[in-house]
């Protein structure tokens, strides 16, 4: 498995501002991927993440509202951007981990809790 | 394509069994089944492959029906620490590397003593 840290846990912000949340992973992953979860919903793929390449955005998301940043193996950022209530919501960032080669396990951080007031 | 999750919810008493199923009408590379309690993460229990494989950990354990597309997860004498929102997760078989999960809408199950 791998240990997964965000950063804020929380975070209550004004509409028209941007936060950005920050994952870190404690070994090296090759892809990343950004969830959001809204309340009691299920979880809904915002992006993939790998390093040295563009992320890949899902249908319904873009890259101008969230922006995405993978500087190297072990970390990566989220932007939510022009923040409005509708983006109040829970985002998480997951890593995939292979077993043995032939699994492909994905593990996720705490997530981030996000208020638009 | 979301899988489709059933039943929505389930309340148990500590020590019967729950089967919780999920389902694709697209072809599967794999099965993934996470646990979410309320305000955390989900939690990774296990994965299946195409092939018909069955996994187990303990008192939970899943299969996965290849032909069927489908795959059920199985709790037998379920414990309180059972409680909590069961989501499946799958990957497409013609994902090829992308490999992302797209998540069921979950199943509620309450164990109760």
Known sequence: ?117 | QQPVQSPQAVILREGEDAVINCSSSKALYSVHWYRQKHGEAPVFLMILLKGGEQKGHEKISASFNEKKQQSSLYLTASQLSYSGTYFCGTVLLSSGSARQLTFGSGTQLTVLP
Do not use: H
């Open chain 1, 1 to 117: 498995s791998a240990v997964i840290s965000q950063k804020p846990s929380r975070d209550i912000c004004q509409r028209g501002t941007s936060l950005t949340i920050q994952c870190q992973v404690d070994s090296q992953v090759t892809m990343m991927f950004w969830y959001r979860q809204q309340p009691g919903q299920s979880l809904t793929l915002i992006a993939t993440a790998n390093q040295g390449s563009e992320a890949t955005y899902e249908s319904g998301f873009v890259i101008d509202k969230f922006p995405i940043s993978r500087p190297n193996l072990t970390f990566s950022t989220l932007t939510v951007s022009n923040m409005s209530p509708e983006d109040s919501s829970i985002y998480l960032c997951s890593v995939e981990m292979t077993s043995g080669g032939i699994y492909n396990e994905q593990f996720f951080g705490p997530g981030t809790r996000l208020t638009v007031l």
